[in-house]
């Protein structure tokens, strides 16, 4: 299936969904699946439809160094478990979308560049927004149930490593070293996540990434009712 006719049909699918609030969208994956330009080109989609789209990441919402790096640089676990605030991106943004909320939310809280607060200033959503949110370990217990929509995103290793290599040779001008941090902490890290949430089997949509122009449907569950905190 070719990507825009993909993104067209999820548009679709998101459309459908009716709620009394702002819907609340995921893309889940692991680094370099493609989230990011997956969830830029359904922004754009839904945006066709005049309704207002927040386009935010769970990239804002990193722990501080100290706690990301605690366990290690090069410890999956740790990776795992200690490199973003799911917390805060639930109480900063998806709880204020959701049912009761007052619907004025953070778009950020932390920037992992500069290892600073990003200070940014709060904004007001309607009940017609919709949110996509890409990231990383969106499915896990304590953030499952504040998506109304879950998509996650597959992609094999061997298109995951070039993506890494093309996107940060320019950072980091090292191949060898941008490969082994994937192999030794960012794919096993992924692995443990897929072993205790196994985020496939529980997302609306499993969307193969591997190829960015011809990207497939994995598995889909019939629209339905579904209540989210």
């Given at each position: 299936m070719k990507r825009e006719e993909l993104l067209e049909k999820t548009a679709g699918i998101i459309l459908s969904i009716k709620k009394p609030h702002p819907l609340r969208v995921a893309v889940d994956g692991m680094?370099?699946?493609?989230?990011?330009?997956f969830s830029d080109g359904l922004a754009g989609v839904l945006s066709r439809s005049k309704r207002p789209v927040i386009r935010a990441s769970i990239d804002g919402f990193h722990n501080p160094a100290a706690v990301r790096h605690k366990n290690g640089r090069e410890c999956p676990r740790g990776y795992y478990l200690h490199s973003f605030n799911?917390?805060?991106?639930?109480?900063?943004?998806?709880?204020p979308l959701g049912p009761g909320g007052d619907k004025k939310y953070?778009?950020?809280v932390y920037d992992y560049r500069v290892e600073k607060e990003t200070g940014e200033p709060v904004c007001a959503a309607c009940d017609e927004t919709i949110l996509v949110f890409d990231g990383i370990f969106l499915l896990i217990p304590g953030m499952a149930g504040f998506w109304d929509y879950t998509i996650r995103?597959?992609?094999?290793?061997?298109?995951?490593?070039?993506?890494?290599?093309r996107r940060d040779i320019a950072r980091f001008g090292d191949e060898d070293s941008i490969r082994e941090k994937y192999l030794k902490r960012f794919i096993p890290g992924q692995k443990l996540y897929e072993a205790e949430v196994n985020p496939a089997a529980?997302?609306?949509i499993t969307i193969n990434n591997s190829d960015y122009e011809?990207?497939?449907?994995?598995?889909?569950?019939k629209p339905g009712l579904k209540e989210t905190a």
């Amino acid at each position: 299936m070719k990507r825009e006719e993909l993104l067209e049909k999820t548009a679709g699918i998101i459309l459908s969904i009716k709620k009394p609030h702002p819907l609340r969208v995921a893309v889940d994956g692991m680094a370099c699946s493609g989230k990011t330009v997956f969830s830029d080109g359904l922004a754009g989609v839904l945006s066709r439809s005049k309704r207002p789209v927040i386009r935010a990441s769970i990239d804002g919402f990193h722990n501080p160094a100290a706690v990301r790096h605690k366990n290690g640089r090069e410890c999956p676990r740790g990776y795992y478990l200690h490199s973003f605030n799911h917390g805060a991106a639930v109480e900063k943004i998806l709880k204020p979308l959701g049912p009761g909320g007052d619907k004025k939310y953070l778009k950020s809280v932390y920037d992992y560049r500069v290892e600073k607060e990003t200070g940014e200033p709060v904004c007001a959503a309607c009940d017609e927004t919709i949110l996509v949110f890409d990231g990383i370990f969106l499915l896990i217990p304590g953030m499952a149930g504040f998506w109304d929509y879950t998509i996650r995103l597959e992609a094999d290793c061997d298109a995951v490593l070039a993506r890494a290599v093309r996107r940060d040779i320019a950072r980091f001008g090292d191949e060898d070293s941008i490969r082994e941090k994937y192999l030794k902490r960012f794919i096993p890290g992924q692995k443990l996540y897929e072993a205790e949430v196994n985020p496939a089997a529980a997302a609306d949509i499993t969307i193969n990434n591997s190829d960015y122009e011809e990207p497939f449907i994995q598995k889909e569950k019939k629209p339905g009712l579904k209540e989210t905190a």
